[in-house]
């Protein structure tokens, strides 16, 4: 399905514009119109849907299972959620929304944000055809503890005190039905809710399409124009200070899981390593400025640096680890 996005970019960049497949100006634009066409696509459909949901199905029951009963298993299932869904970064952000829009809380939904950008099951095919098994399993594993781990931190730091006003009154308002019991399923009409998720997916959309123009212009730029052998000819000395160095040059890029698998057997060929090589690639893919200038939206500054600095620990601490355990690997 997501293929039309590239056959629409091939279409304008190669066949219309007559840019070259080769050239940085036609890889930069080629990723600038496949990702700008796809999360449009998927912010506008994922929006309605989960808005049509929430005034169709009883999400107050579902919130308060994974809210009060079972807080580890809801972090675990936010995170496989995200393992199995194929969204890069920045399109994680509509269901994102739509979760904190039904009460579910900021700690579960955020286990499903940090690993949803690290797994699919096309990287993970991909990355097993390239180092094997035994590094695909560590790599799923760390990706998932990811994200249980910074969801469990937020959760205890009642991170939904951080959210932006109108991301904050959504969540405060799903609550507050949630406690006095007012559910609205079975309370409206299909025409009702249509026009309820209309209303908000033009209101959330109005908000964030702008910063995907700009997130993803910025990522599009350096995509087509930072060189892979810069980052092997930098990195591959294979010093403890390479991998914090890796995740610090991952940061300005941007890419998707899958995307970014090529990258990785490009730098593995060229002796970068297989530590260094992921703690740069999951930078890149989950703590890139363009993902955090669209969650400057949904979030305060205080949540914003908070996760940051999470994911660079993490990153940093995986990256060293997989270096000491690939010889037995």
Same mark, same amino acid.
């Given at each position: 399905?997501?293929?039309?996005?590239?056959?629409?970019?091939?279409?304008?960049? %190669?066949?219309?514009?007559?840019?070259?497949?080769?050239?940085?100006? /036609?890889?930069?634009?080629?990723?600038?119109?496949?990702?700008?066409?796809? =999360?449009?696509?998927?912010?506008l459909l994922m929006i309605y849907i989960i808005a049509l949901l929430?005034?169709?199905?009883?999400?107050?029951?579902? *919130?308060?299972?994974?809210?009060?009963?079972?807080?580890?298993?809801?972090?675990?299932?936010?995170?496989?959620?995200?393992?199995?869904?194929?969204?890069?970064?920045?399109?994680?952000?509509? @269901? %994102?929304?739509?979760?904190?829009?039904?009460?579910?809380?900021?700690?579960?939904?955020?286990?499903?944000?940090?690993?949803?950008?690290?797994?699919?099951? @096309?990287?993970?095919?991909?990355?097993?055809?390239?180092?094997?098994?035994?590094?695909?399993?560590?790599?799923?594993?760390?990706?998932?503890?990811?994200?249980?781990?910074?969801?469990?931190?937020?959760?205890?730091?009642?991170?939904?005190?951080?959210?932006?006003?109108?991301?904050? *009154?959504?969540?405060?308002?799903?609550?507050?039905?949630?406690?006095?019991?007012?559910?609205?399923?079975?309370?409206?009409?299909?025409?009702?809710?249509?026009?309820?998720?209309?209303?908000?997916?033009?209101?959330? %959309?109005?908000? @964030?399409?702008?910063?995907?123009?700009?997130?993803?212009?910025?990522?599009?730029?350096?995509?087509?124009?930072?060189?892979?052998?810069?980052?092997?000819?930098?990195?591959g000395q294979g010093e403890w200070w390479s991998v914090p160095a890796?995740?610090?040059?991952? =940061?300005?890029?941007?890419?998707?899981?899958? /995307?970014?698998?090529?990258?990785?057997?490009?730098?593995?060929?060229? /002796?970068?390593?297989?530590?260094?090589?992921?703690?740069?690639?999951?930078?890149?893919?989950?703590?890139?400025?363009?993902?955090?200038?669209?969650?400057?939206?949904?979030?305060?500054?205080?949540?914003?640096?908070?996760?940051?600095?999470?994911?660079?620990?993490?990153?940093?601490?995986?990256?060293? @680890?997989?270096?000491?355990?690939?010889?037995?690997?």
């Open positions: 399905m997501l293929e039309i996005f590239t056959r629409l970019a091939d279409w304008l960049v %190669f066949d219309l514009a007559g840019l070259s497949a080769q050239s940085k100006w /036609g890889d930069a634009l080629h990723f600038f119109v496949e990702d700008v066409s796809k =999360i449009f696509a998927l912010l929430r005034a169709s199905l009883n999400v107050e029951r579902v *919130r308060d299972y994974l809210a009060r009963k079972h807080t580890g298993l809801g972090l675990l299932l936010g995170s496989a959620f995200g393992a199995i869904t194929p969204f890069c970064s920045c399109s994680s952000i509509p @269901v %994102f929304l739509g979760f904190t829009s039904a009460g579910i809380p900021v700690g579960i939904t955020m286990a499903f944000l940090l690993t949803s950008p690290l797994i699919n099951e @096309v990287a993970v095919l991909l990355l097993m055809s390239l180092l094997g098994w035994k590094f695909t399993l560590l790599y799923i594993v760390t990706g998932m503890a990811v994200g249980v781990a910074g969801g469990l931190a937020l959760h205890l730091l009642k991170a939904e005190r951080w959210l932006q006003p109108f991301a904050a *009154r959504a969540y405060n308002q799903a609550q507050q039905a949630g406690h006095t019991g007012t559910a609205s399923t079975g309370s409206m009409t299909l025409k009702e809710r249509h026009e309820f998720a209309k209303e908000e997916m033009t209101d959330i %959309f109005s908000r @964030v399409w702008k910063w995907v123009i700009l997130g993803v212009g910025l990522g599009a730029g350096l995509h087509g124009f930072v060189p892979d052998q810069w980052v092997s000819d930098t990195l890796a995740v610090l040059a991952g =940061i300005p890029l941007y890419s998707n899981a899958t /995307g970014v698998i090529p990258v990785m057997e490009s730098l593995i060929t060229k /002796g970068l390593p297989v530590g260094t090589t992921l703690a740069f690639c999951m930078s890149t893919v989950a703590a890139s400025f363009p993902e955090f200038i669209l969650l400057k939206q949904v979030m305060k500054i205080r949540l914003l640096a908070l996760i940051f600095i999470m994911l660079l620990v993490a990153f940093t601490l995986i990256g060293w @680890v997989l270096n000491a355990l690939t010889p037995y690997l």
